[in-house]
């Protein structure tokens, strides 16, 4: 009785797993891009670790990490392009992309590790860098009338 219970408990966690929300947004070339990210903090308690990688966010840790918390400050940070400018400590783990390339295109992961058996948040992003558009002004060509 105990193996089945077991067994039914391990196929439910294989089968659902952690629940992971997709969103996308959209920037342009040399601007900078925030990827939304928090979580809630009620105390000092709350605050966690929490990684940003490119690719889908995996089963455990980020893919391709481009930065890392503590909670309180950044640890690990892949490049000066790639920043946390939020509150960290408010649960604002919003990555912000400096400069912005189109080769910034792609799905970035948010991994916000609470504490316990599969319980992380999980965000993955789906960040589309296009080209500036460029517009001109169409020439005018102004006459004027003149009266005698």
């Known amino acids: 009785m105990l193996s089945y219970t077991c067994l039914n408990w ?25 990827v939304p990210c928090h979580y809630n903090v009620q105390s000092s308690n709350d605050i966690t670790s929490m990684c940003w990688g490119r690719d889908r966010c995996p089963n455990s840790k ?15 940070q892949h490049s000066s392009r ?3 400018k939020g509150q960290l400590w408010r649960g604002d783990v919003s990555l912000t992309i400096l400069s912005a390339r189109e080769a910034d295109s792609g799905t970035y992961c948010c991994r916000v590790e609470i504490p316990g058996p599969f319980n992380d948040q999980l965000i993955n992003h789906k960040v ?9 002004a169409s020439p005018h060509t102004y006459t004027s009338e003149q009266t005698s």
């Open 10 to 34: 391990a196929l439910l966690v294989l089968f659902t797993g952690p629940t992971v929300s997709e969103l996308a947004v959209i920037g342009e070339v040399g601007q900078d891009v925030t």
């Open 62 to 76: 980020c893919s391709q990490p481009i930065i890392w918390t503590d909670g309180w400050r950044v640890t690990e």
């Open 82 to 84: 790639y920043q946390l």
């Open 128 to 136: 589309v860098i296009k080209k500036a558009r460029i517009t001109t």
